[in-house]
């Protein structure tokens, strides 16, 4: 079965360009050459190596549900909306822990580290958050939702929250914004402001957060981003950077309990003898974001590349099902050498212009060994 994400890619780049057009005309300057394809290579490597990831993504469900199921739930169209509801429900507690449990926030905080917020932003990903979610959505199968219904049902999920990751849309009807997570619940999920951490957990409903206490209306302008900037293009550094921070704090603590202390409790948690927990700061409303950047010829240069890549990627998903599993290797190797290389362009590394040549070197080739 063919993702409905994949057949949804053209309408996700048809409506990144109308908002990147209505951005132009109406200069609000909500986006950034070197961030918008920087939020869209976490998207293709989350995407391709979710091809090599799928007995977590959905075999554990399907062994759940052939094996262990209590019964078997039959699709009418109210169980079609509890299970949507239920699907919208887990994911409310997946997303809320990732954002409490630090081990979990790994697996999610690529999503948070751009500074703008636009729709290419609901692209950035994490290639390891299938390691978190996987479990959260078990009890379904448990009761007896067939892993087909279950994935139609998570990928509508993801789907609708797309085109909420805009500040181009103010607010929705009340009676919208009291039931559905909109533009402006979302715009406050992404905002480093204090008051705005840790808030709008939902999914497409926006009811959980407020039964459980974690709703918070948008009020004083949103500053985007995390707490500690990412301050790199990289999309290696984007998805790795907090394991390498985790793992170093990990190895300094005393004591069994703090390590599992600091991979259990909220993300920024260290022992006293550490410099203690770290405190969320008020982020100033003029505050410089990150932006390294190159020349104008490389920027042509790596639109012209990137461009592409697009076009492999594309026609890699959609033959990803007909060629052997070496092929999907090479296949994804090569997407996760040319995202890294294409987003280190912006930043002048040396290595990067060496890595690009040796990519360059090998397209033809993989090309070739993957479609011919």
């Not at 079965?1 to 200069?27: C, H, N, R």
């Not at 052939?66 to 887990?90: A, H, K, M, Q, S």
């Not at 992404?190 to 009811?207: A, C, E, M, S």
């Not at 301050?231 to 950077?241: D, L």
């Amino acid at each position: 079965m063919k993702q409905l994400i994949i057949y949804s890619i053209p309408a996700f780049f048809i409506l990144i360009a109308v908002e990147l057009i209505i951005d132009k005309i109406k200069k609000t300057h909500v986006y950034r050459l070197n961030d918008a394809i920087s939020n869209i290579n976490c998207g293709i490597v989350q995407q391709v190596t979710g091809i090599l990831l799928k007995f977590l993504s959905i075999g554990v469900y399907i062994y759940i549900y052939e094996n262990f199921r209590l019964t078997t739930v039959p699709l009418t169209w109210y169980t079609w909306i509890l299970l949507f509801i239920g699907v919208d429900f887990f994911y409310y507690w997946f997303h809320r822990l990732s954002h409490e449990v630090s081990v979990l926030w790994g697996t999610h905080v690529v999503h948070h580290q751009s500074e703008e917020y636009n729709l290419s932003v609901a692209l950035r990903q994490s290639a390891t958050q299938v390691f978190g979610s996987t479990w959260f959505y078990l009890p379904l199968a448990f009761v007896g939702f067939d892993p087909i219904s279950f994935i139609v049902v998570a990928q509508i999920q993801t789907l609708y929250q797309f085109w909420i990751h805009t500040r181009l849309i103010d607010k929705m009807p009340a009676w919208f914004e009291y039931i559905f997570n909109t533009p402006s619940h979302h715009r406050v999920h992404h905002g480093v402001n204090p008051k705005y951490i840790d808030k709008n957990h939902g999914g497409t409903l926006i009811i959980f957060d407020r039964i459980f206490g974690t709703f918070q209306k948008e009020e004083e302008e949103v500053q985007y981003g995390i707490t500690t900037p990412l301050n790199s293009w990289n999309v290696v550094v984007a998805n790795f950077s907090y394991y390498d921070w985790l793992a170093k704090q990990a190895a300094q603590v005393r004591s069994i309990i703090d390590f599992f202390k600091v991979l259990l409790l909220p993300p920024g948690w260290r022992p006293a003898y550490l410099g203690g927990a770290i405190v969320p700061k008020e982020i100033p409303a003029d505050r410089k974001l990150y932006d390294a950047d190159s020349s104008k010829s490389m920027h042509i240069y790596i639109v012209i590349q990137f461009a592409l890549l697009l076009g492999f990627v594309s026609a890699f998903l959609f033959s990803v099902e007909k060629i052997d599993i070496y092929r999907q290797v090479v296949g994804v190797g090569f997407i996760v050498l040319s995202s890294l290389t294409i987003g280190s362009l912006f930043e002048r590394k040396k290595w990067a212009a060496i890595l690009e040549i040796i990519r360059i070197i090998l397209a033809i080739p993989v090309v070739y060994y993957l479609f011919f």
